[in-house]
Structure formats: structure tokens, C-alpha cells
């Protein structure tokens, strides 16, 4: 078949779906992220480790229970949820009202913890989960392997979920009314500290999803989520926080990008969503889709 | 006021005496990262800014002290030079840039810089990637007078570049150019009405920190001979971020007191492997939880409050 | 006599080390509407929010309806039959017209539907869809009225819902505010405009230095113009 620049189509088409599958981690990552740091005002660094306690939950339940993939995919996140609203609960809660660095050093400490722990536990190398839709289709221009087809899909169908549920719903008016201006809404009767935590819970939740969707895709490894977490957070500096979709399309986006240079350009695909962030802080510091604060 | 100077010649005085109690090469190292943590601490507790990515001024000046002495084969001297100018000159270019963000994302840009940082050490043979930069030669300083390859002489000449360093950093901050900083740190709309230029103070403090921090990075790699992907990575900036509040933030002899507690408690729990992290994630917890002051600030405090009632 | 519906009695505030209040003491009867008058800075909304809860500290007794506020969240305050219209109207501006309205929860049966909060303001109407940061002045401070009427709350406080607002505006919202009054609203507003609270109120108190110093029924206003005068700084 053709070749583009040079590229033979299969590499072209393999990295595109490989940096559209990262694209959609990160977009689910993020928009854990901005949700959070939306109610709470905290960057909640212990993301990469709830990530990875949802990848470590599916592979344990398999494992250990006999428990396969589609349902890890709902137990996991509540069971990492209801672990991230103890948290929430028993430590975050009571440093609101301090500077929000110690917000950022609080969740640091536990995802050095957890990672810690996990790292201890089952060592560093990873353990592979198995494809829950194994085989693939030949595409002609590229090989697709199912299960990554799913993933993209399930991903953005998951995104646009949340992105409803805040954008469109009741609850998420609750939501978006208690980021602005939490006093007033509890004012009005609802109960805001319970709304926080529940906000903290479902991100949680969002970040282990996520996980157990990466499972078949990486191995599963204590330190999975390290390097994951810096990468969103470069791609939250760059969408800005302020808008759910925002956080959406940078993530797939950036992937894409990042997919990209691997093919043209390999050496730069590490920190080419890094350099990306560096363009935008010079040219537009709210982020591509934030508010200036 | 005496009780302090007291309390500064003796330190001074076990300074001096200290190679014959301890293993010089454990005390340089301490000595190091103890320059490192207040270099860092000058951006936190004065400026309030978070840098969570110090270890890329720390590491690159290693990688650069390195380069210069071994493939160059220059004198320690320009190494060092090298390192501290190297270091500040990063610092200018990812300052710039992060300065124009406040608080958390202020971390956060500094993070991903140093993230950018250890993937160009990877890849960019100078550093030797996962190697290292390794058997970087003890060369004697100032032109034959010093013999460096003994440990205890070199541990004079570390502690002056540390002493050196911790009267750089007093002097800043007691200076005009310190104070608008800590009022730039308290209310930063009031400074810049009264005609400061907020942003160009930050990155000045900016750029010490991270020439400091060089300074630190090189020293080490003096000291140890090698230069690696270790102290180029977020693991590293995460370290100094403990030392710096374990000690205190917003103490000068804070970040001092935290680098000797946590470089001796890596030493001890080396053999425990993974767990160090477990314990360095607790403390971390534990502070921000309960100590925030660290344990200068808190101890500083709990004196005074004995002095008032007592 | 039928008891107050709100009783406040020695209230003291503070906003961190900062003393506000130094023992307010006042009563609303259940349909009156009462105004809490004086000078920028004599703790009218410190007041307001005292009662509603959403002050630092606070000490003294606030009775709303037999029960006890002064160690209540704002959140139970609000469920109890409270509602609070505050003074910057707090629109929120990523929420629209009318998911503005419908936020607040209902939580007591009574309050007025949606349907008969836009007869009110047809306006609002028109606007339903809009951001709540593209109204206008008269549009948020009618929607932070319009807001609080669906919960079913029997007591609204309202500060100065008139400040900053064309004349036309202004009386406009008195209407409105008397039209609630003939519903069976109690009210307590605060007002800096002292001709707009007089063609509304029922009763003045006047407020200075973080206590009240006087309260003037409607019907004896003109005999005590000079006097209020100069509790105003008029």
C-alpha cells in the first residue's frame, strides 16, 4: 500500500492508535483531575496510584476470585472509590483550610505510601492481565486489535458520560454551583462538605476505571501510575482546568501528538506534551480552554 | 541573642571536629544535599513558591561538573563554575516560563520541566543514560595545593562551599531585595502597587535557588565521582521537598536539620529497599497532618512558649 | 400574643479575631416585615449572617420557630425554613437561568412553582436559558429573589436587594417585595436606602456598632424623621 512520508502505513496507523489509546488515559486521567481540583482545590497526586489500585483490584479479583474483567470494571472503581472517600473523609478534609500546596505534599505523601506498599508487596515488575476480547481485525492499512478499539471507544464513552453528568444534570449543577461558591450553596440547604466528598470518591473511582481498563493493555505494576501521573499533569496545565471538555479533547489530542512524533520524529516523544506545555505557557498561561483567574 | 551565637559556634565547632566522629564521606553527602535543601527552601519558605522539580538543577550541574573534569579534563574549579552556571542558566529559562503561574501550577510546570529534564539525560549521550556518568577523577583544587583524594581534606573543602552557600542564601535574605520578596510572599497586590516589579524579583530568587542548587548537584558529584539518572529524577525532587519540611520551612537551619535526618535514615534503611518509600510517605503525611512547622519551626516554638510560661 | 417567629437576643459575631456584633437583640413576628437600617459598617449583614449561619463565630440565642440556630450548620438553618438573598446576589455563572432557579432545594412544602415565579418575573423568563453571568444588575438581583421563593422557606433575608439598581428597578423589586409580604413572606431586609425600606417595612431597627440601638415602628416614622437622620448620616 502507500506510504506517507516515507512511513508505511501500518507504522503510521499503529502509533495513531497507540497515541489515540494514551490520549484516552490521559483524558480520563485529567478529567479525574479537574473534577477534583474543581470541588477541593486540591491536585490530588495520588491519582497515578489510584490508577494503579484499580489495575492491581481487577488483576487480584481475577487472580485471587475468579472474578473476570467486566466485572472488575464496576467493582474495582467502587471499591477504590469508597477508598479514596476515607481518605478523603479522614485526611483531606481537615487541611482545606491550610494553603493548597499542603494539599499537593498530603497526596504526594500517599501516593509514595500506596506506592510504596504495592512496590513492597508484589515487587516492581509487572504482571499481565489477559485480554478480555483477544484477536483483532486486519484493517488493510493497520492490524486492530479489539480490545484497544474498546478501550478507545469505552473511553470516550466515558468522558462524554461524565462530561454530561456535569454539564447537564441536576447533580452536576450542584457540582458546578459548589465550585463557585460553596457557602452559598450550603446555604440553600445542601449539604456541601457530603458533595465534596462524593466529588473526591467519583474522581477517585474515574482514575481506577481507567486502570482496569489499562490492565490488558500494560502489565500490571506497582509503579504504573509514576510516570502516568506527571504526563496529566502536563496535559492539565495545558487544557486548563476550568473545562470538562477542555480536559476531553487536550488529552485525546495531546495523545495524537505524542503518537505523531513517535513516528516522525522518535527521540522527542517523551517530552513532546512537556514542549507542548512550554508553548502554551508562553503563548496563552490559563490554558488552551481555561479562564484567566 | 548570645544563646544563638552559642548555639552557632558549637555548631560550627562539631562542624570542624566532625570527620573524626563520622565517615567524611557520609557528612559530605549530608553536607550537600543539606545545600540543596536550603537552596530549595529560599524559593519555598521565602518566596512561596513550590518547586517540585529542583532535582533538574541539582543533577544537570552533576552531569555538567562531570563532563567538564572527566571528558574535558578541566579543573574542579571550572566544574564547579560549570555546574552553578549551568544550573542558573536553566534556572532562567524554566523560570521564566513558570513564574507566570501562581501557587499549584507553579508545582506543577516545575514538575513537568524537570520530567523534560530526565528524558533529555536519558537519551543524550553525554550523560551516559542509565549508566551514568561514572569514575569522574578527584582532581586536586587550586592547582596542586589541595589534595582532594583525601577524604577528610576534601571534607574542609565541602564544608566551606556549603558555608559559603548558607551565608549566600542569610545574606539574601536579609537584604532590601529579601524583604520585598517576603512581602511579594504575603500580599503580592499590595507589593506590586507599590511599584515592585513582582515577577522579576521571583525569578531572581528563582535563579539563586537553582545556582545553589547547582552548586550542591556539583559539589556531590565531586564528592562521589559519578553523576546519574538518580538525581535528575522526580524522585530526587520529591526528597528535598521532605528534607526542606521535615527541618521547616521558613527556617534558615530548617532544610539543614531535614537533610541529616533523612540522608542518615536512608543510609539505615537501605537494606529495607521499597519500604524507604512507605516511611518517607508517612513522614510526609504525618507533617502536613500535624507538624507543619517542621522540627526547627515546632521546636522553635515549643522554647518560646517554655520561655513565656516558665 | 403569638410568639416570634425569629428571636435574636444578645448576638455576638466575630470574623476571626475581628468583633462584629456586641449583642444584637430583635423580633419578627410571622408575616412582618422588619428592616435592619444604619451606616456601612454597623453589622447589618454580619446580622444576616449570623442568623443564617454562615459567620465565624457566634454566641448568643437566634430562636427561629421555637428552635434553637446559634449551633446549627447553614445547611440545617436552610432546611429548617430559612432562605438568604445575599448582598453580591451570588449568581452562579456557570449555571443558567433556570438551573439557578431550580438549585435551591425545596424543603418545606408551600413554596411558590416555577410557573408562578416567572408570572413574577416574566423576564427571567425570556432568559431562561441564559448564563447567569450575562444578566444584568435588575436581572441577578431578580433572580436571586425569584430563587429563594420555590424552597418554601417562610423567612427570607434579604440584603440590600436594591443597591446599585436604576430607580425604575428599585421600584420594580418594591412591588415585588409587597406582593410576598401578601403572601405570607416573612421578611428581613437590610437596606441602606432608608425611602425604599419605609415604603415596605413594617418595623426599623436601627443598627450601630455591632448592637441595635432603636427600633421605630412604620406608623411612627415621620414623627421621628430627625432622629433617624442622623442615625443614617443623612
Given at each position: 500500500m502507500f506510504e506517507l512520508l516515507g512511513i508505511p502505513p501500518q507504522a503510521l496507523f499503529g502509533q495513531l492508535l497507540l497515541g489515540l489509546i494514551n490520549g484516552a488515559f490521559y483524558a480520563m486521567l485529567s478529567l479525574g483531575l479537574a473534577v477534583i481540583f474543581g470541588m477541593l482545590n486540591v491536585i490530588n497526586f495520588t491519582h497515578g496510584a489510584q490508577y494503579m489500585m484499580g489495575a492491581f483490584a481487577a488483576w487480584l479479583m481475577l487472580t485471587q476470585l475468579d472474578i473476570p474483567f467486566w466485572a472488575a470494571l464496576v467493582l474495582a472503581p467502587l471499591i477504590v472509590g469508597l477508598f479514596g472517600i476515607v481518605l478523603e473523609k479522614v485526611l483531606l478534609k481537615?487541611?482545606?483550610?491550610?494553603?493548597?500546596?499542603?494539599?499537593?505534599?498530603?497526596?504526594?505523601?500517599?501516593?509514595?505510601?500506596?506506592?510504596?506498599?504495592?512496590?513492597?508487596?508484589?515487587?516492581?515488575?509487572?504482571?499481565?492481565?489477559?485480554?478480555?476480547?483477544?484477536?483483532?481485525?486486519?484493517?488493510?492499512?493497520?492490524?486492530?486489535?479489539?480490545?484497544?478499539?474498546?478501550?478507545?471507544?469505552?473511553?470516550?464513552?466515558?468522558?462524554?458520560?461524565?462530561?454530561?453528568?456535569?454539564e447537564r444534570t441536576k447533580f452536576g449543577a450542584y457540582l458546578r454551583a459548589a465550585t463557585e461558591n460553596p457557602t452559598l450553596v450550603r446555604a440553600f440547604g445542601i449539604n456541601v462538605p457530603r458533595l465534596i466528598t462524593l466529588t473526591y470518591g467519583l474522581g477517585v473511582g474515574l482514575a481506577a476505571l481507567a486502570g482496569v481498563l489499562a490492565a490488558p493493555i500494560q502489565q500490571v505494576s506497582a509503579l504504573m501510575g509514576v510516570n502516568l501521573v506527571l504526563v496529566v499533569f502536563?496535559?492539565?496545565?495545558?487544557?486548563?482546568?476550568?473545562?470538562?471538555?477542555?480536559?476531553?479533547?487536550?488529552?485525546?489530542?495531546?495523545?495524537?501528538?505524542?503518537?505523531?512524533t513517535k513516528v516522525f520524529y522518535p527521540p522527542a516523544s517523551?517530552?513532546?506534551?512537556?514542549?507542548?506545555?512550554?508553548?502554551?505557557?508562553?503563548?496563552?498561561?490559563?490554558?488552551?480552554?481555561?479562564q484567566t483567574k | 541573642m548570645t544563646a544563638q551565637r552559642t548555639l552557632v559556634l558549637v555548631l560550627l565547632a562539631a562542624a570542624l571536629a566532625a570527620p573524626w566522629f563520622a565517615y567524611p564521606v557520609f557528612l559530605m553527602t549530608a553536607l550537600c544535599f543539606a545545600l540543596f535543601a536550603c537552596a530549595f527552601n529560599l524559593l519555598l519558605g521565602y518566596v512561596g513558591l513550590l518547586s517540585f522539580g529542583h532535582a533538574m538543577f541539582f543533577g544537570m550541574a552533576g552531569y555538567f561538573y562531570g563532563h567538564v573534569v572527566k571528558a574535558w579534563d578541566m579543573p574542579p574549579e571550572l566544574g564547579l563554575l560549570a555546574g552553578v552556571a549551568g544550573a542558573a542558566a536553566l534556572g532562567v529559562v524554566t523560570g521564566a516560563l513558570a513564574i507566570r503561574r501562581q501557587g499549584i501550577y507553579f508545582a506543577m510546570i516545575t514538575l513537568a520541566f524537570a520530567q523534560m529534564i530526565y528524558f533529555f539525560c536519558v537519551?543524550?549521550?553525554?550523560?551516559?543514560?542509565?549508566?551514568?556518568?561514572?569514575?569522574?577523577?578527584?582532581?586536586?583544587?587550586?592547582?596542586?595545593?589541595?589534595?582532594?583524594?583525601?577524604?577528610?581534606?576534601?571534607?574542609?573543602?565541602?564544608?566551606?562551599?556549603?558555608?559559603?552557600?548558607?551565608?549566600?542564601?542569610?545574606?539574601?535574605?536579609?537584604?532590601?531585595?529579601?524583604?520585598?520578596?517576603?512581602?511579594?510572599?504575603?500580599?503580592?497586590?499590595?507589593?506590586?502597587?507599590?511599584?515592585?516589579?513582582?515577577?522579576?524579583?521571583?525569578?531572581?530568587?528563582?535563579?539563586l535557588s537553582a545556582a545553589l542548587a547547582g552548586l550542591a548537584g556539583a559539589t556531590k558529584a565531586m564528592v562521589m565521582q559519578f553523576a546519574t539518572l538518580t538525581d535528575v529524577s522526580a524522585a530526587m525532587s520529591?526528597?528535598?521537598?521532605?528534607?526542606?519540611?521535615?527541618?521547616?520551612?521558613?527556617?534558615?537551619?530548617g532544610p539543614v536539620v531535614g537533610a541529616f535526618i533523612i540522608i542518615t535514615m536512608q543510609n539505615y534503611l537501605a537494606a529495607t529497599g521499597e519500604f524507604v518509600l512507605v516511611i518517607q510517605g508517612t513522614i510526609f503525611v504525618v507533617i502536613v497532618m500535624a507538624f507543619r512547622k517542621g522540627l526547627v519551626g515546632e521546636l522553635t516554638d515549643w522554647w518560646k512558649s517554655r520561655r513565656t510560661t516558665g | 400574643m403569638?410568639?416570634?417567629?425569629?428571636?435574636?437576643?444578645?448576638?455576638?459575631?466575630?470574623?476571626?479575631?475581628?468583633?462584629?456584633?456586641?449583642?444584637?437583640?430583635?423580633?419578627?413576628?410571622?408575616?412582618?416585615?422588619?428592616?435592619l437600617l444604619g451606616r456601612n459598617g454597623a453589622g447589618k449583614t454580619t446580622t444576616l449572617k449570623s442568623v443564617m449561619g454562615i459567620v465565624g463565630k457566634r454566641t448568643g440565642t437566634v430562636r427561629f420557630d421555637g428552635r434553637d440556630l446559634i449551633a446549627r450548620p447553614s445547611d440545617?438553618?436552610?432546611?429548617l425554613g430559612i432562605a438568604y438573598c445575599p448582598e453580591e446576589r451570588g449568581i452562579f455563572s456557570s449555571l443558567n437561568v433556570e438551573e439557578n432557579l431550580l438549585l435551591p432545594p425545596i424543603v418545606k412544602p408551600g413554596g411558590m412553582s416555577l410557573a408562578e415565579i416567572y408570572q413574577l418575573f416574566p423576564n427571567l423568563e425570556e432568559r431562561k436559558r441564559s448564563q447567569g453571568s450575562k444578566l444584568s444588575g435588575g436581572e441577578q438581583q431578580m433572580l436571586a429573589i425569584g430563587r429563594i421563593l420555590r424552597t418554601g422557606a417562610d423567612l427570607l433575608l434579604l440584603d440590600e436587594p436594591t443597591e446599585g439598581l436604576a430607580p425604575v428597578i428599585v421600584q420594580r423589586i418594591g412591588e415585588i417585595i409587597r406582593q410576598l409580604k401578601s403572601r405570607g413572606f416573612t421578611i428581613l431586609l437590610v437596606e441602606q436606602n432608608f425611602h425604599f425600606a419605609a415604603t415596605v417595612a413594617d418595623r426599623h431597627y436601627v443598627m450601630e456598632d455591632g448592637r441595635v440601638v432603636d427600633m421605630i415602628a412604620s406608623a411612627d416614622v415621620q414623627q421621628n424623621i430627625g432622629k433617624l437622620q442622623t442615625y443614617l448620616g443623612v
Open positions: 481537615r487541611i482545606y483550610h491550610l494553603d493548597h500546596l499542603y494539599g499537593f505534599l498530603l497526596t504526594f505523601g500517599l501516593a509514595l505510601i500506596i506506592e510504596g506498599v504495592f512496590q513492597w508487596k508484589w515487587g516492581s515488575s509487572g504482571a499481565p492481565y489477559p485480554s478480555p476480547i483477544p484477536g483483532g481485525t486486519n484493517l488493510g492499512f493497520m492490524f486492530l486489535p479489539t480490545y484497544r478499539g474498546f478501550v478507545v471507544v469505552a473511553a470516550l464513552v466515558i468522558c462524554l458520560v461524565t462530561w454530561y453528568g456535569i502536563a496535559v492539565v496545565v495545558i487544557g486548563g482546568m476550568g473545562s470538562i471538555m477542555g480536559s476531553i479533547v487536550t488529552g485525546f489530542g495531546l495523545g495524537l501528538v505524542e503518537g505523531l517523551n517530552t513532546v506534551i512537556f514542549v507542548v506545555m512550554a508553548l502554551v505557557l508562553l503563548i496563552k498561561p490559563a490554558g488552551l480552554f481555561g | 537519551q543524550a549521550p553525554f550523560t551516559h543514560g542509565e549508566d551514568g556518568l561514572q569514575g569522574i577523577p578527584r582532581k586536586a583544587l587550586l592547582g596542586g595545593l589541595i589534595p582532594t583524594k583525601d577524604d577528610r581534606v576534601l571534607y574542609y573543602v565541602v564544608l566551606a562551599i556549603f558555608l559559603f552557600g548558607y551565608a549566600a542564601i542569610y545574606r539574601f535574605i536579609h537584604s532590601p531585595f529579601g524583604q520585598v520578596l517576603k512581602a511579594i510572599r504575603d500580599n503580592e497586590q499590595r507589593a506590586v502597587s507599590l511599584g515592585y516589579e513582582a515577577d522579576r524579583y521571583k525569578l531572581l530568587a528563582f535563579v520529591g526528597e528535598v521537598v521532605l528534607m526542606a519540611l521535615v527541618g521547616g520551612l521558613g527556617t534558615i537551619i | 403569638a410568639e416570634a417567629l425569629l428571636k435574636v437576643d444578645d448576638l455576638q459575631a466575630w470574623y476571626g479575631e475581628s468583633h462584629i456584633l456586641h449583642g444584637v437583640g430583635f423580633e419578627i413576628g410571622r408575616g412582618e416585615l422588619v428592616t440545617e438553618i436552610a432546611r
